[in-house]
């Protein structure tokens, strides 16, 4: 059997498949395991994941926290109660404007349940700001809107609130527990995963032949053949056409591919010789002014958890997207300008920096699926049911219930392995 794709969903089908004595091989672009799940080692006493950082939800039921023990991994938590807000002038948020962020929040939560009870799906920006009355609000007011549907919901979603769904975009489920992360990072389990299999690295997919009887998968190093393959390639790598099917995928799997959402989320490591901040804190956000709309809203400290004077800082969506195409210079001159705003013009200047540009990376195309307007949730299904009993399909995208996770991507992978194994 054939298993595309080396990340989480691939590598667990793929250890279940093997599990139950099936000779497989894992087909991966890259040079590396693991996917979207990326531990950068330029930092050796420091590894960083620039790809996902925690198991959300690290409670009962959660499948990434009883494979993190089995694989004995090293964890820590952040906590959001940890945290800090800073206004667009630089000052600590007022108890005035914290309380009016808080109404407004909670404004914000009616709005969208208001949009979820109607019949029609509406984007999600236009049902914010149609139910709070945004046009007859004050700048501040609106600034603090923005600011809210950047943070809370754009770097959480990863879709821009102008795309994604009033109706579904929070169709998913979630965990309870904690915040936790690796303090080796996540690579750790796509290690224990992968112990013992074929996986064969730098292996490109071009091309997918299939018939009832098997199928041919094209590679820049040959042809593999089998009577199965389980696809776990990213939404977004699908939407490019990269990988072709012959014959052509049915009408409802490409009508999914197309109409859902690939989102944008990226990161930016700052390394400091000392920290400047209250390292005390998980969380640093940012409320920015309308020019500076959804830049470096958030940030999270990795001092307490890691030891180390490292900043972390997330954009997602539209400036998220944006700045892929900036130098890692500019990108990093941008993000001082805030931390300037908010911890004074003296703090130093970085020693070093890791950027994410998740969106231009061929092999994913993108940080996590979401709900797009125009889509539907039941979509989700469509992209995960197999084709002639030869295609299998798993990976965060297919998964209703757990998308745009490494919790959903584990599932789905358990999902078709067992759909191969029953066929
Ligand atoms: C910045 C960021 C932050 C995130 N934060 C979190 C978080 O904190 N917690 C959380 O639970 N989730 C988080 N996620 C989401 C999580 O990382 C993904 O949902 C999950 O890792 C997806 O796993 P997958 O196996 O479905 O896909 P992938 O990991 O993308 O695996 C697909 C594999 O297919 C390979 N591939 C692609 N094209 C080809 C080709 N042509 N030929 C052969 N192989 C190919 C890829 O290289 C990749 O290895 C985050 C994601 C990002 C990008």
Partial sequence: MIVIGAGMAGLTAARQLADAGR?????????????????????????????????????????ISDLAKRAGARLTSTSFNRDQAYDSNGQRLSEAAATRLAELRSAMRRAITSAQNADS????????????????????????????????IEHEYSGDASSLSALWYDSDGRFSGNESLF??????????????????????????????????????????????????LPLGVLQAGAVTFDPPLPARKTEAIAKLGMGVLNKCFLRFPQPFWDTQLDWINYVPDASRNGRWAEWVSLARPTG??????????????????????DIVADAMATLRTMFGARIPD?????????????????AYSFNKLGSLPSMRTDLAS??????????????????????????SGQRAAAEVLAR
């Fill in 350 to 366: 970085p020693l070093d920096w890791q950027i994410s540009r998740w969106a231009s990376d061929p092999f994913a195309r993108g």
């Fill in 386 to 411: 197999p084709v002639s009993r030869t295609l299998f399909f798993a990976g965060e995208a297919t998964e209703s219930r757990y998308f745009q996770s490494v919790h959903g991507a584990y599932l």
């Fill in 308 to 329: 180390k004077p490292i900043l972390l800082g997330f954009n997602a969506a539209k400036f998220g997207t944006e700045i892929e195409s900036w130098s890692d210079r």
């Fill in 23 to 63: 000779s497989v091989i894992v087909l991966e672009a890259r040079n590396r395991l693991g996917g979207r799940l990326y531990t950068s080692m330029q930092w050796p006493d420091a590894p960083v994941d620039v790809g996902a950082t925690w198991i959300h939800g690290d409670g009962p039921g959660n499948p």
């Fill in 183 to 232: 303090l080796d990072g996540y690579r750790v389990l796509a290690e224990h995963q992968a112990r013992g299999l074929d996986v064969r690295l730098e292996h490109i997919v071009s091309a997918i032949r299939y018939e009832a009887k098997g199928v041919t998968v094209s590679t820049n190093r040959g042809d593999f053949s089998a009577e199965v393959a389980l696809i776990t």
């Fill in 121 to 152: 799906d509406i984007a999600l920006r236009e049902a914010v700001y149609r139910g709070m009355g945004y046009a007859g609000m004050s700048a501040e007011d609106r600034k603090r809107v923005d600011y809210l549907l950047n943070t809370s």
